[in-house]
Protein backbone atom coordinates (compact mmCIF):
# COMPACT_ATOMS: atom_id res chain seq x y z
CA UNK A 1 0.00 0.00 0.00
CA UNK A 2 2.74 2.67 0.77
CA UNK A 3 4.08 2.15 -2.66
CA UNK A 4 0.56 3.15 -4.05
CA UNK A 5 0.09 5.98 -1.64
CA UNK A 6 3.46 7.49 -2.96
CA UNK A 7 2.20 7.01 -6.94
CA UNK A 8 -0.83 8.37 -6.39
CA UNK A 9 0.78 11.47 -5.05
CA UNK A 10 3.14 11.95 -7.49
CA UNK A 11 0.08 11.48 -9.84
CA UNK A 12 -2.15 14.08 -8.20
CA UNK A 13 0.77 16.57 -8.67
CA UNK A 14 1.54 15.97 -12.42
CA UNK A 15 -2.25 15.93 -13.27
CA UNK A 16 -6.04 17.16 -12.99
CA UNK A 17 -7.53 14.15 -11.98
CA UNK A 18 -11.14 14.36 -10.71
CA UNK A 19 -12.83 13.13 -7.71
CA UNK A 20 -15.47 11.48 -8.01
CA UNK A 21 -18.21 10.39 -5.05
CA UNK A 22 -20.30 7.48 -5.84
CA UNK A 23 -23.55 6.09 -3.48
CA UNK A 24 -24.58 2.77 -3.60
CA UNK A 25 -27.41 1.09 -1.57
CA UNK A 26 -26.04 -1.19 1.54
CA UNK A 27 -27.68 -4.04 -0.04
CA UNK A 28 -24.67 -4.74 -2.34
CA UNK A 29 -22.56 -5.56 0.89
CA UNK A 30 -18.82 -5.65 0.49
CA UNK A 31 -19.12 -7.06 -3.50
CA UNK A 32 -17.67 -3.06 -4.77
CA UNK A 33 -14.81 -4.23 -2.29
CA UNK A 34 -13.88 -7.60 -2.96
CA UNK A 35 -14.46 -7.53 -7.12
CA UNK A 36 -12.92 -4.01 -7.47
CA UNK A 37 -16.04 -2.24 -9.01
CA UNK A 38 -18.28 0.80 -8.47
CA UNK A 39 -21.43 0.89 -10.01
CA UNK A 40 -24.75 2.62 -10.60
CA UNK A 41 -28.29 0.72 -11.77
CA UNK A 42 -31.43 1.17 -13.98
CA UNK A 43 -31.59 -1.84 -15.25
CA UNK A 44 -34.86 -1.91 -17.20
CA UNK A 45 -32.91 1.03 -19.28
CA UNK A 46 -30.92 -1.74 -21.02
CA UNK A 47 -26.75 -0.73 -22.41
CA UNK A 48 -26.79 2.59 -23.08
CA UNK A 49 -22.86 3.34 -23.66
CA UNK A 50 -24.54 2.67 -27.66
CA UNK A 51 -26.05 6.03 -27.17
CA UNK A 52 -24.88 9.64 -28.72
CA UNK A 53 -22.99 11.65 -26.35
CA UNK A 54 -25.83 13.93 -25.49
CA UNK A 55 -27.96 13.96 -22.49
CA UNK A 56 -31.16 14.14 -24.18
CA UNK A 57 -30.91 10.49 -26.09
CA UNK A 58 -30.24 9.54 -22.10
CA UNK A 59 -33.56 10.95 -21.24
CA UNK A 60 -35.55 9.85 -24.12
CA UNK A 61 -34.13 6.30 -23.05
CA UNK A 62 -35.00 6.16 -19.43
CA UNK A 63 -38.18 7.67 -20.03
CA UNK A 64 -39.24 4.59 -22.32
CA UNK A 65 -37.98 2.55 -19.64
CA UNK A 66 -39.38 4.18 -16.45
CA UNK A 67 -42.30 5.62 -18.13
CA UNK A 68 -44.20 6.10 -14.60
CA UNK A 69 -41.01 8.20 -13.25
CA UNK A 70 -41.17 11.65 -13.21
CA UNK A 71 -39.59 14.46 -15.41
CA UNK A 72 -37.03 15.52 -12.71
CA UNK A 73 -36.39 12.48 -11.76
CA UNK A 74 -35.80 11.63 -15.65
CA UNK A 75 -33.74 14.15 -15.33
CA UNK A 76 -31.58 13.60 -12.56
CA UNK A 77 -31.10 9.36 -14.20
CA UNK A 78 -29.85 10.96 -17.24
CA UNK A 79 -27.57 13.21 -16.19
CA UNK A 80 -25.85 10.60 -13.77
CA UNK A 81 -25.98 8.15 -15.82
CA UNK A 82 -24.22 10.09 -18.59
CA UNK A 83 -21.54 11.27 -16.22
CA UNK A 84 -20.63 7.68 -15.51
CA UNK A 85 -20.25 6.76 -18.56
CA UNK A 86 -18.98 10.10 -20.76
CA UNK A 87 -17.61 12.29 -17.99
CA UNK A 88 -15.63 9.58 -16.38
CA UNK A 89 -12.69 8.76 -17.08
CA UNK A 90 -10.09 6.16 -16.96
CA UNK A 91 -7.52 7.52 -13.54
CA UNK A 92 -10.21 9.46 -12.42
CA UNK A 93 -10.23 8.87 -8.70
CA UNK A 94 -13.63 8.08 -6.92
CA UNK A 95 -14.81 7.72 -3.28
CA UNK A 96 -17.17 5.35 -1.76
CA UNK A 97 -18.96 5.42 1.43
CA UNK A 98 -19.86 2.18 2.09
CA UNK A 99 -22.94 2.43 4.23
CA UNK A 100 -22.72 -1.88 5.29
CA UNK A 101 -19.39 -1.18 7.30
CA UNK A 102 -19.52 2.63 7.61
CA UNK A 103 -16.13 2.88 5.90
CA UNK A 104 -14.82 5.39 2.82
CA UNK A 105 -13.27 4.05 0.51
CA UNK A 106 -10.96 5.89 -2.15
CA UNK A 107 -9.53 4.24 -5.53
CA UNK A 108 -8.80 4.86 -8.73
CA UNK A 109 -10.96 4.07 -12.08
CA UNK A 110 -8.84 1.61 -14.49
CA UNK A 111 -11.80 1.24 -16.91
CA UNK A 112 -14.22 2.61 -19.41
CA UNK A 113 -18.07 1.60 -18.73
CA UNK A 114 -19.09 -2.09 -18.83
CA UNK A 115 -22.41 -3.30 -18.60
CA UNK A 116 -23.28 -6.32 -16.86
CA UNK A 117 -27.20 -7.09 -17.76
CA UNK A 118 -26.91 -10.23 -14.76
CA UNK A 119 -26.24 -7.67 -12.36
CA UNK A 120 -28.62 -5.76 -9.73
CA UNK A 121 -26.06 -2.58 -11.06
CA UNK A 122 -25.29 -3.59 -14.45
CA UNK A 123 -23.52 -0.25 -15.33
CA UNK A 124 -20.11 -0.63 -13.57
CA UNK A 125 -16.09 0.60 -13.53
CA UNK A 126 -13.44 -1.15 -12.11
CA UNK A 127 -11.03 0.33 -9.47
CA UNK A 128 -8.00 -0.42 -7.86
CA UNK A 129 -8.73 0.35 -4.33
CA UNK A 130 -6.04 2.56 -2.71
CA UNK A 131 -7.08 2.77 1.10
CA UNK A 132 -10.39 2.20 3.13
CA UNK A 133 -10.76 4.24 5.76
CA UNK A 134 -13.37 4.38 9.03
CA UNK A 135 -15.85 7.86 8.76
CA UNK A 136 -14.47 9.25 11.67
CA UNK A 137 -11.45 10.09 10.83
CA UNK A 138 -12.74 12.50 8.06
CA UNK A 139 -14.27 16.20 9.39
CA UNK A 140 -17.90 16.30 9.40
CA UNK A 141 -17.53 18.97 6.43
CA UNK A 142 -15.75 15.73 4.46
CA UNK A 143 -18.49 13.85 5.46
CA UNK A 144 -21.31 15.98 4.50
CA UNK A 145 -19.98 16.34 1.22
CA UNK A 146 -20.36 12.81 0.45
CA UNK A 147 -23.42 12.72 1.83
CA UNK A 148 -24.77 14.37 -1.04
CA UNK A 149 -28.27 13.60 -2.20
CA UNK A 150 -27.44 12.11 -5.88
CA UNK A 151 -25.95 8.76 -6.70
CA UNK A 152 -22.77 10.12 -8.57
CA UNK A 153 -20.86 13.29 -8.02
CA UNK A 154 -17.91 15.67 -8.09
CA UNK A 155 -15.99 15.72 -4.66
CA UNK A 156 -14.84 19.45 -5.04
CA UNK A 157 -14.39 21.48 -1.62
CA UNK A 158 -13.01 18.80 0.71
CA UNK A 159 -11.12 17.04 -2.22
CA UNK A 160 -7.68 17.04 -0.48
CA UNK A 161 -8.83 15.85 2.93
CA UNK A 162 -9.63 12.59 0.91
CA UNK A 163 -6.35 12.63 -0.95
CA UNK A 164 -4.42 13.53 1.77
CA UNK A 165 -5.46 10.04 4.06
CA UNK A 166 -3.62 8.13 1.05
CA UNK A 167 -0.86 10.52 0.74
CA UNK A 168 0.03 12.90 3.53
CA UNK A 169 2.02 15.01 1.47
CA UNK A 170 -0.08 14.86 -1.68
CA UNK A 171 -2.01 18.41 -3.02
CA UNK A 172 -5.15 18.05 -5.41
CA UNK A 173 -5.55 20.60 -7.71
CA UNK A 174 -9.15 20.32 -7.72
CA UNK A 175 -11.25 22.72 -9.95
CA UNK A 176 -13.21 25.65 -8.25
CA UNK A 177 -16.86 24.37 -8.49
CA UNK A 178 -18.62 24.76 -11.47
CA UNK A 179 -22.22 25.46 -9.87
CA UNK A 180 -23.66 26.18 -13.82
CA UNK A 181 -22.39 22.68 -14.51
CA UNK A 182 -23.30 20.78 -11.14
CA UNK A 183 -27.01 22.26 -11.49
CA UNK A 184 -27.14 20.94 -15.00
CA UNK A 185 -25.99 17.53 -14.84
CA UNK A 186 -27.77 16.44 -11.63
CA UNK A 187 -30.97 18.98 -11.23
CA UNK A 188 -33.64 19.31 -8.81
CA UNK A 189 -35.40 16.17 -8.30
CA UNK A 190 -39.51 15.02 -7.27
CA UNK A 191 -40.08 16.65 -3.43
CA UNK A 192 -40.58 12.75 -2.66
CA UNK A 193 -36.86 12.38 -3.54
CA UNK A 194 -35.65 15.23 -2.00
CA UNK A 195 -37.18 14.60 1.06
CA UNK A 196 -36.00 10.92 1.33
CA UNK A 197 -32.45 11.93 0.85
CA UNK A 198 -32.86 14.89 3.23
CA UNK A 199 -34.09 12.39 5.72
CA UNK A 200 -31.21 9.88 5.25
CA UNK A 201 -28.32 12.79 5.53
CA UNK A 202 -29.91 13.92 8.70
CA UNK A 203 -29.67 10.08 10.24
CA UNK A 204 -26.57 9.50 8.65
CA UNK A 205 -24.78 13.15 10.57
CA UNK A 206 -26.27 12.33 13.36
CA UNK A 207 -24.56 8.78 13.81
CA UNK A 208 -21.48 10.01 12.57
CA UNK A 209 -21.79 12.40 15.73
CA UNK A 210 -22.22 9.79 18.18
CA UNK A 211 -19.93 7.64 16.94
CA UNK A 212 -17.21 10.37 16.96
CA UNK A 213 -18.39 11.57 20.97
CA UNK A 214 -18.34 7.51 21.62
CA UNK A 215 -15.05 7.28 20.38
CA UNK A 216 -12.92 10.64 20.82
CA UNK A 217 -14.57 11.53 23.99
CA UNK A 218 -13.93 8.60 26.12
CA UNK A 219 -11.51 6.16 27.36
CA UNK A 220 -11.16 2.46 26.65
CA UNK A 221 -12.29 1.67 30.47
CA UNK A 222 -15.11 4.28 29.88
CA UNK A 223 -16.69 3.00 26.93
CA UNK A 224 -17.01 0.00 29.00
CA UNK A 225 -18.56 1.77 31.79
CA UNK A 226 -20.90 3.19 29.11
CA UNK A 227 -21.80 0.34 26.87
CA UNK A 228 -22.58 -1.42 30.66
CA UNK A 229 -24.78 1.41 31.15
CA UNK A 230 -26.68 0.76 27.74
CA UNK A 231 -27.16 -2.67 28.79
CA UNK A 232 -28.90 -1.39 32.55
CA UNK A 233 -31.44 1.36 30.30
CA UNK A 234 -32.34 -2.18 28.45
CA UNK A 235 -32.95 -3.70 31.78
CA UNK A 236 -29.90 -5.37 32.84
CA UNK A 237 -27.80 -5.64 35.90
CA UNK A 238 -24.30 -5.07 34.17
CA UNK A 239 -21.13 -4.96 36.10
CA UNK A 240 -17.95 -3.73 34.01
CA UNK A 241 -14.55 -6.25 34.68
CA UNK A 242 -11.07 -5.33 36.23
CA UNK A 243 -8.65 -4.25 33.78
CA UNK A 244 -6.78 -6.75 33.51
CA UNK A 245 -7.13 -10.68 33.51
CA UNK A 246 -10.64 -10.71 32.63
CA UNK A 247 -9.99 -12.87 29.26
CA UNK A 248 -11.47 -10.90 26.87
CA UNK A 249 -14.78 -10.19 29.01
CA UNK A 250 -15.22 -6.18 29.69
CA UNK A 251 -18.31 -6.69 30.91
CA UNK A 252 -21.13 -8.61 32.55
CA UNK A 253 -24.70 -8.72 32.86
CA UNK A 254 -27.40 -10.84 34.00
CA UNK A 255 -31.03 -9.76 34.77
CA UNK A 256 -31.21 -10.61 38.74
CA UNK A 257 -29.30 -8.62 41.17
CA UNK A 258 -26.82 -10.88 42.43
CA UNK A 259 -25.92 -12.22 39.22
CA UNK A 260 -26.58 -15.83 40.08
CA UNK A 261 -29.49 -17.35 37.70
CA UNK A 262 -28.85 -17.72 33.76
CA UNK A 263 -28.77 -16.27 31.61
CA UNK A 264 -25.24 -14.29 32.29
CA UNK A 265 -24.02 -12.29 29.49
CA UNK A 266 -20.41 -11.72 28.64
CA UNK A 267 -19.65 -8.46 27.03
CA UNK A 268 -16.70 -7.24 25.27
CA UNK A 269 -16.43 -4.14 24.20
CA UNK A 270 -14.03 -2.21 21.42
CA UNK A 271 -13.80 1.40 20.92
CA UNK A 272 -12.45 1.24 17.40
CA UNK A 273 -14.26 2.43 14.05
CA UNK A 274 -12.71 -0.10 11.74
CA UNK A 275 -13.67 -3.93 11.25
CA UNK A 276 -13.48 -7.07 13.83
CA UNK A 277 -12.56 -10.33 12.75
CA UNK A 278 -13.41 -13.80 13.70
CA UNK A 279 -10.55 -14.47 15.76
CA UNK A 280 -11.53 -11.50 17.99
CA UNK A 281 -14.93 -13.39 18.40
CA UNK A 282 -13.87 -16.76 19.05
CA UNK A 283 -11.66 -15.93 22.03
CA UNK A 284 -14.83 -13.79 23.40
CA UNK A 285 -17.19 -17.24 22.29
CA UNK A 286 -14.04 -19.06 24.54
CA UNK A 287 -15.02 -17.95 27.56
CA UNK A 288 -18.63 -18.84 27.94
CA UNK A 289 -19.89 -21.65 29.76
CA UNK A 290 -23.60 -23.42 30.02
CA UNK A 291 -26.48 -20.90 30.82
CA UNK A 292 -24.00 -17.89 29.44
CA UNK A 293 -23.95 -16.00 26.12
CA UNK A 294 -21.77 -13.67 24.35
CA UNK A 295 -22.06 -10.02 23.26
CA UNK A 296 -19.57 -8.34 21.35
CA UNK A 297 -20.21 -4.28 20.78
CA UNK A 298 -17.65 -1.72 18.74
CA UNK A 299 -17.89 1.32 16.83
CA UNK A 300 -17.56 -0.23 13.73
CA UNK A 301 -18.44 -3.45 11.70
CA UNK A 302 -17.36 -6.91 11.56
CA UNK A 303 -16.01 -9.14 9.12
CA UNK A 304 -18.19 -11.95 6.79
CA UNK A 305 -16.60 -14.88 9.08
CA UNK A 306 -17.43 -12.85 12.24
CA UNK A 307 -20.92 -12.57 10.83
CA UNK A 308 -21.24 -15.76 9.81
CA UNK A 309 -19.76 -16.89 13.01
CA UNK A 310 -22.92 -15.16 14.40
CA UNK A 311 -25.61 -16.34 12.34
CA UNK A 312 -24.49 -20.22 13.13
CA UNK A 313 -24.01 -19.68 17.06
CA UNK A 314 -27.43 -18.95 18.77
CA UNK A 315 -25.71 -17.50 21.86
CA UNK A 316 -23.45 -14.70 20.31
CA UNK A 317 -24.75 -11.56 19.03
CA UNK A 318 -22.79 -9.20 17.83
CA UNK A 319 -23.36 -4.98 18.06
CA UNK A 320 -21.72 -2.82 15.77
CA UNK A 321 -21.54 0.99 15.34
CA UNK A 322 -25.12 1.46 13.41
CA UNK A 323 -27.01 -1.08 16.28
CA UNK A 324 -25.27 0.78 18.98
CA UNK A 325 -26.59 4.35 18.19
CA UNK A 326 -30.35 2.68 17.39
CA UNK A 327 -30.15 1.34 20.93
CA UNK A 328 -28.92 5.10 22.31
CA UNK A 329 -31.07 6.83 20.50
CA UNK A 330 -34.36 4.55 21.90
CA UNK A 331 -33.12 4.83 25.09
CA UNK A 332 -31.62 8.43 25.00
CA UNK A 333 -34.52 9.64 27.63
CA UNK A 334 -33.06 6.62 29.88
CA UNK A 335 -29.37 8.01 29.89
CA UNK A 336 -27.31 9.19 32.66
CA UNK A 337 -26.84 12.61 32.77
CA UNK A 338 -22.99 12.63 32.30
CA UNK A 339 -24.15 10.63 29.40
CA UNK A 340 -26.74 13.21 27.67
CA UNK A 341 -23.68 15.81 28.02
CA UNK A 342 -21.64 13.43 26.04
CA UNK A 343 -23.87 13.02 23.43
CA UNK A 344 -26.40 16.58 23.43
CA UNK A 345 -29.04 15.62 21.00
CA UNK A 346 -32.23 16.74 20.37
CA UNK A 347 -35.58 15.33 19.17
CA UNK A 348 -36.74 16.02 15.66
CA UNK A 349 -39.43 14.09 13.48
CA UNK A 350 -38.06 13.57 10.20
CA UNK A 351 -40.15 11.94 6.73
CA UNK A 352 -40.66 8.26 6.71
CA UNK A 353 -37.98 7.04 4.47
CA UNK A 354 -40.17 4.06 3.76
CA UNK A 355 -43.43 4.84 3.49
CA UNK A 356 -42.02 7.75 0.50
CA UNK A 357 -40.16 4.92 -1.52
CA UNK A 358 -41.50 4.21 -4.68
CA UNK A 359 -41.47 0.72 -6.33
CA UNK A 360 -38.99 0.03 -8.77
CA UNK A 361 -36.83 3.18 -7.56
CA UNK A 362 -32.75 2.70 -8.02
Avoid at 131 to 139: I, L, V
Avoid at 198 to 226: M, P, V, W
Avoid at 273 to 297: C, H, K, M, R, S
Wanted: contains cysteine; glycine residues 6%.
Amino acid sequence: MHNAKTELGEDIRMSSQKLWGIHMPAEVDTAPIDNHYVGIGWAKAGDLSSLPAEREAFKQALSQAYPDAKDGTIRVWAGTMYRFIHEISVGDLVVYPSKQDRMVNIGRITSDCQYLASDEHPNQRKIEWLGHFPRDEFSQAALYEIGSAVTLFQVRSNAAEFLKRLNPESALNAPEPNIEDDVSASGPEDDDTVTREATNLAKETTNDFIIKRLKNGLSDYDFEYFVAHMLECLGYHARVTAKSGDGGVDVIAHRDELGFEPPIIKVQCKQITDTTGEPDVNQLLGTIGDGEYALFVNLGSYSKPARATERNKSKLRLIDGEQLVEIILENYHKLAPRYRTLLPLRQIYVADVAATRKPGQD
